[in-house]
């Protein structure tokens, strides 16, 4: 028998589960999660992906393509920082910063580098590395959204068919 502590848990993750199935809020939300998670902070967008798709599988495409538009437009936001931290650096340092083997690996393989944005750990800032050595932004832009997207279907897939 639950106690009254159990019962009222259970139904405020139903009410939770109901809440983010209707798309006019779970789709926000995800987008809002997605943005943030691809900034320099520390969250992660797929777990509220896998909620979204689980409690409403019609969801499946519509929570893809809002979740890699708000990642990418986070990413965006990285690369902005790295390129305005780019700029201070050099305002106060009067000198290019200096050129590591990672920064060099990443002028070697410029915009599509990007591609790689969707890594745990490195994708963020990648994103913000990627603003400091000025790489173009919308082709860097674009890498990310590829990248991101396919992170988003496979891992949205897998997690379907697993659950």
Known sequence: MMTRMEAWLTDT????????????????SLFVIALVSATLLPLGSEPAV???????????????????????????????????????????????????????????????ACLLSWLPLVGDPLCAVAGWLRLPFWPCVLYMAIG???????MTAAAVWVL
């Open 13 to 28: 993750i139903h009410a939770l589960m109901a809440l983010l199935a209707l798309p006019q809020v779970g789709l926000t």
């Open 50 to 112: 896998i909620l979204l798709v689980t409690a409403n599988p019609a969801m499946f495409w519509p929570a893809i393509v809002v979740a890699t538009i708000g990642n990418t437009i986070g990413g965006a936001i990285s690369w902005w920082m790295g390129w305005g931290a780019e700029r201070a650096y050099e305002h106060a340092r009067h000198r290019p910063p200096p050129n590591a083997r990672a920064l060099a690996w990443l002028q070697r393989f410029g915009a599509r």
């Open 148 to 154: 991101k997207f396919l992170r988003y279907m496979v």
